[in-house]
């Protein structure tokens, strides 16, 4: 069964347990929590939706928590979402009802379940449950508090207990669940899901992702226990440095990745310089050039360094993050006086979504450093952890790369990203 399919007339007829595979089925045993790992459209949100309803309407639960990474991502994916609350009644059954005003939703016998977002683990103070929902934990803003506050809240009932679906990833709560022996953990992959799949997604990841540590999270699910950086390596990042580069380039660009506020605790402002040469393959092949990324620095500042960084590299133009500033940014980086068009690019996808195929890049040898970058690197290693600050050189190097594998024909829609 799956996450992303609607299902058949003759599957919503059928319980549940008839369809479903075994990993999207509670486990046996006393369990107080059950962790589902799973690679994408593994058919997680489904299994998480089909606990909580049954429960509802069968198994004495009344008081459930919804919690997801943020409010929408509970109304748009646990509630209606094609997997939702909402959208899995059986024929002839009254769904639940979603108050939007209190956000809770309520079943005819008299059953709630209130929503909750990461973002504000103090939401959770005060009211009590006895079951909940926590998806996506993985993408929590501040887990181990959400996490933590929803478990002073699960206190009424027999046996509170909750089911986690998650993509795994080496976050501290996940680790913390993991490495707790009252969690039931399950897992399931994508292609455990296939059928039900669009046939050019699966291609599309295979050929993104096949065959990377990625990969095996993202696709297969797998936890990687891994003691330096989750997506980037140390023997990635070491493989990748060479410190001659070719002498002729298809294309260089600079990309940037603009700060919102200036001074000492704020962001730094993303510079990066890259390039993209033929391999001896005669497949394309991605070049760091150059980090010239600046901290705390006014507009006019970190202006005047991008346009002084793509004359010294000799770059065709200049890419920059518009999500904040829109055109702004670009009426800054023109008063440089450089010439050069700038191209402006806006994130719809997560960072960790954006970064994926450049990693496996790296993964694949085909992105080179010419020389040693420790700051940029370092980033690179804490990027996706939870740890260390905004990762401003990494955006900046996605962005830059992207754009450039963009322009090999295989990525044509880079303002997508």
């Not at 506050?149 to 795994?168: F, N």
């Not at 990833?169 to 913390?176: A, D, Q, S, V, Y």
């Not at 702004?328 to 191209?343: A, E, F, N, Y």
């Not at 690197?377 to 990762?391: D, K, R, W």
Request: proline letters at 6%.
């Amino acid at each position: 069964m799956t996450d992303t399919t609607i299902a058949t007339a003759d599957d919503m007829a059928l319980p549940f347990v008839l369809t479903a595979r075994a990993p999207q089925c509670a486990p046996e045993g006393d369990w107080t929590s059950w962790l589902a790992l799973g690679g994408r459209g593994a058919g997680k949100t489904r299994a998480g939706a089909e606990w909580v309803r049954f429960g509802a309407l069968f198994g004495g639960l009344r008081f459930i928590a919804l919690v997801g990474p943020t409010l929408h991502d509970v109304r748009e994916t646990m509630i209606d979402g094609v997997s939702g609350l909402c959208q899995i009644a059986r024929p002839g059954e009254e769904p639940p009802a979603y108050e939007s005003s209190r956000r809770r939703l309520v079943w005819p016998n008299g059953a709630v379940a209130q929503a909750f977002s990461a973002e504000d683990p103090d939401s959770l103070r005060g009211p009590q449950f006895d079951a909940a929902w926590c998806d996506e934990v993985a993408a929590w803003n501040r887990d181990l508090a959400t996490w933590d506050m929803l478990q002073l809240g699960l206190r009424i009932g027999p046996r509170p207990k909750s089911v986690i679906t998650t993509t795994p990833r080496r976050t501290p709560l996940i680790r913390k669940l993991m490495s707790d022996a009252s969690v039931a953990v399950t897992r399931s992959t994508t292609h455990d899901n296939a059928d039900f799949l669009s046939p050019a997604f699966i291609a599309h990841i295979e050929a993104t992702l096949g065959g990377t540590r990625l990969g095996r999270q993202e696709l297969q699910g797998e936890f990687l226990e891994a003691e330096d950086g989750l997506l980037w390596t140390r023997a990635m990042l070491k493989a990748a440095r060479a410190d001659t580069p070719p002498a002729d380039f298809g294309d260089i660009i600079v990309a940037v990745d603009p700060p919102v506020s200036i001074g000492d605790s704020a962001d730094a402002c993303g510079l990066i310089a890259a390039g993209v040469s033929n391999a001896s393959g005669g497949g394309a092949h991605f070049w760091v050039l150059e980090d010239a990324t600046l901290q705390g620095r006014s507009p006019a500042v970190w202006a005047d360094q991008a346009a002084r960084l793509a004359a010294r590299t000799g770059a065709s133009r200049i890419l920059a993050e518009a999500n904040q500033g829109g055109e702004l940014v670009r009426s800054v980086l023109r008063s440089t006086g450089s010439g050069l068009p700038i191209q402006l690019v806006h994130a719809r996808l997560s960072k960790t979504a954006r970064a994926a195929p450049v990693i496996a890049l790296y993964e694949r040898g085909r992105v080179s450093h010419a020389g040693h970058f420790p700051d940029l690197e370092e980033e690179m290693l804490q990027f996706g952890t939870g740890t260390g600050g905004s990762p401003d050189r990494v955006d900046a190097l996605v962005w830059a790369v992207s754009a450039l594998e963009a322009a090999t024909g295989r990525h044509p829609r880079i303002q997508t990203l």
